[in-house]
């Protein structure tokens, strides 16, 4: 049999009621008080600063969005536009880039390389959106998007808070443990040849 307890093995109090003076347990170590505290802060966190936390950084990425969104509706519009030519096919499972020209607002007629959908041919009439300098860009950020990029960051935040807290919690419980095993050792180096010399007759 080993000769070595466990560090969260309990042990019977002493006689005469010692651990109840003053509420204080004299056999309670200073790592079982850490683990404790630490265990209750990283509850609250969970109860408490975890929704807290996913709702303030959804709502915020939420929010930040929404306005990338509306300033990107004001900046940007949709034109008809010309296929002039593809310059590139990869393929019909992917977007085609080819050279398409537009009449801007003051009746310039501008050129500019657009990714269209596949199956594009020249000669093509294409809706493209264009930015106020002319230059061919992406459609303007939706408020659906913005919706699920909250969403997004709020559940990545949710997720990493959790691995966070039971990362803690399990670092935290190896490090005491580790702290608990040394004492251990210590203490048996000092009891073991007391403790066998009462077999030796």
Do not use: C
Request: cysteine-free; hydrophobic content about 40%; aromatic content about 6%.
């Amino acid at each position: 049999m080993s000769t070595r307890s466990s560090p969260h093995a309990s042990v019977p109090p002493p006689p005469g009621g010692r651990e109840t003076t003053k509420g204080h347990n004299p056999l309670i170590r200073t790592s079982d008080l850490v683990e404790f505290w630490l265990r209750r802060v990283l509850m609250a966190v969970l109860l408490v600063g975890l929704p807290v936390a996913g709702l303030v950084v959804g709502r915020t990425t939420y929010e930040s969005s929404l306005r990338t969104a509306q300033t990107q509706s004001a900046e940007r519009q949709q034109v008809g536009a010309r296929v002039v030519s593809i310059t590139e096919n990869v393929g019909r499972a992917a977007k085609e880039q080819a050279q398409v020209r537009w009449t801007d607002d003051s009746g310039a007629a501008r050129t500019s390389t657009a990714l269209l959908k596949p199956g594009m041919t020249e000669g093509a009439t294409v809706r493209v959106w264009v930015d106020r300098d002319g230059t061919v860009t992406a459609a303007p950020l939706t408020r659906r998007q913005a919706l699920g990029n909250g969403w997004f960051a709020g559940g990545f935040t949710v997720v990493g808070v959790t691995a966070g807290v039971f990362l803690t919690r399990s670092g935290a419980r190896l490090l005491l443990d580790h702290g608990r095993y040394a004492r251990w050792d210590a203490e048996w180096e000092r009891v073991e040849p007391a403790w066998a010399g009462r077999f030796r007759r």
